[in-house]
């Protein structure tokens, strides 16, 4: 072999070396772990995607590898396919400085981030608990940035709703949950408590000093108005909220979906002008039933459907569709104008090794949502 030859054979390797490499760095394994172009996994859970230019940005909870408080802040990937992604650091970083609200060892959770047209700023909404209080807090918190990078602004966290009842409570509604006292209920969970929840009765307890506000998601509609899904009052109801034009506050019109439902981990889309809301049900990490809410307003009414999930996650942990094939979810966004469910699987011990699943949805003859397990994508 001359030394042309050589040369040439030498370039051969690199390009099959090469190409070999970045096909396997951009397939992602549904329940292995998935690599960022540094090859570390990508340490972004509880988050949503952004699409902004050519540009896909991933947000998420920086966890760290032990203890379930924050430690860094939310953190951003870029990719330009989906697949390969570039870490592009702590997009809200927390603070050193004592009392903060987002001091270091707070917990930030199931971080979202819009793009508002109008005032050209990134805006990012979460999950926050303060440092030292375990999830008493319940507050959402605010951020914004100029670049989709960061790094964000924080600007405040808050209770939600203070003295302000949701629009559809008529005065009678209103009245007969002022007639609940939720210091009463010792015991929950038995029939008369539930009665009092379907009442109003944490909402009541809640007027003076503002909503509780736990896993969330954000929605900006088609004409641009955006919405915040929480789930609140214990975790047992899901409030529906109007964010203002820059999304940087509440109108304060706001209603309840599903009262005493116990439902977490919103994730809404629209299909063909029908409002699709999947849940989780509330068992901290470990998996449950997807619940399925659909409904032709924003503001409801949102009837209830069997989880979309069917079949088993068959070749992974063989984990049945009634427990959402071990995950739950956490956004899910429009990849080419099919609706992608974007979850977590989970890893209590080891937050930031947590899964990552996504899965197609597709829609049977009625039009209703299905999701199946899929290997890789
Ligand atoms: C379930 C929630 O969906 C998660 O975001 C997290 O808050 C865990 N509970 C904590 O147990």
Redesign the pocket.
């Known amino acids: 072999m001359n030394k042309t030859q050589r040369t040439k054979n030498f370039a051969l390797c690199c390009m099959v070396l090469l190409l070999s490499t970045l096909s396997q760095a951009q397939e992602h394994v549904n329940g292995q772990l998935w690599m960022d172009t540094d090859g570390k996994h990508i340490n972004a859970h509880?988050g949503n995607i952004l699409k902004y230019g050519n540009t896909y940005y991933w947000y998420g909870e920086n966890r760290p590898y032990n203890g379930?408080s924050t430690e860094a802040g939310i953190a951003v990937y870029s990719s330009a396919n989906l697949k390969s992604w570039k870490n592009e650091g702590v997009a809200l970083a927390t603070s050193m400085k004592a009392g903060h609200d987002i001091e270091r060892g707070c917990?930030m959770?199931?971080p979202k981030v819009l793009y508002n047209k109008k005032t050209k700023k990134f805006v990012m909404l979460f999950?926050l608990e303060l440092k030292g209080r375990g999830?008493e807090a319940a507050r959402v918190g605010f951020a914004v940035s100029d670049s989709p990078t960061g790094p964000f602004q924080f600007l405040r966290s808050q209770r939600i709703h203070a003295n302000q009842w949701p629009f559809d409570m008529d005065e009678e509604d209103i009245k007969a949950a002022k007639q609940t006292d939720a210091s009463q209920w010792k015991e929950w969970w038995n029939d008369a408590w539930r009665k009092e929840v379907n009442k109003g009765m944490y909402l009541w307890r809640d007027m003076k000093g503002g909503q509780m506000s736990?896993?969330m998601t954000v929605y900006v509609d088609d004409d641009g108005k955006a919405y915040h899904i929480t789930s609140s009052q214990e975790n047992l109801t899901l409030l529906v909220s109007e964010l203002t034009d820059d999304y940087l506050d509440f109108t304060g019109k706001y209603n309840m979906v599903a009262p005493g439902g116990q439902n977490?981990?919103p994730c809404i889309f629209k299909h063909k002008g029908t409002y699709w809301l999947i849940c989780?049900g509330?068992?901290?990490?470990s998996p449950n039933e997807a619940r399925m809410f659909s409904a032709k307003s924003i503001w409801g009414p949102w009837k209830q459907h069997p989880t979309p999930f069917v079949g088993t996650a068959t070749g992974y942990n063989n984990m049945p569709a009634n427990k959402t094939f071990g995950a739950?979810g956490t956004f899910i966004y429009q990849m080419n104008g099919k609706p992608v469910f974007m979850a977590d699987i989970?890893n209590?011990r080891h937050l930031s090794q947590s899964l990552h699943l996504w899965l197609p949805i597709e829609f049977d003859k009625e039009g209703t949502p299905v999701i199946r397990w899929v290997d890789k994508w």
């Open positions: 509880g379930g917990i959770e199931r999950h999830y736990r896993d977490e981990a989780s509330c068992t901290g990490w739950q989970w209590p």
